[in-house]
């Protein structure tokens, strides 16, 4: 079984694959789970920045995780803003009714009807 701690991959991999503008691939060899060890910028002829150049791809990467979040975030936000202004905006939705008689006419309407009842008008 695989320590959950240590990466799948070993860092020169990891580098190898960052070099070669894989980051998919080394993100599923551990890349953000890479811990430096004292060893580790002698491993690799010609890099002995070997785990300062994995610790700033893990730092980029978290960068650029966190900005999409806040982008997400802020996105979701203004969608938000933008049906809450439109509910605003639109008339509220009332039930199919008749349109109110204007004063007047309801008043004709009333007095026709006590009239019709044999009811003295007013």
Do not use: F, N
């Not at 010609?46 to 966190?66: F, H, I, M, S, T």
């Not at 979040?69 to 933008?82: I, K």
């Amino acid at each position: 079984m695989q320590d959950p701690i240590s990466p799948a991959l070993p860092p020169q991999q990891l580098l190898q694959l960052l070099l070669e503008d894989d980051i998919d691939a080394a993100l599923r060899g551990g890349l953000m789970a890479y811990q430096p060890a004292p060893d580790d910028a002698l491993l690799v002829a010609g890099y002995p920045d070997l785990p300062e150049r994995l610790q700033q791809a893990q730092q980029r990467l978290r960068r650029a995780w966190a900005a999409r979040e806040r982008y997400q975030a802020r996105a979701a936000r203004l969608a938000r803003r933008a049906a809450e202004r439109e509910a605003r905006r639109a008339p509220p939705v009332t039930p199919d009714r008749k349109p109110a008689l204007p004063p007047a006419a309801a008043a004709i309407l009333a007095r026709a009807k006590a009239k019709a009842a044999g009811r003295p008008l007013s």
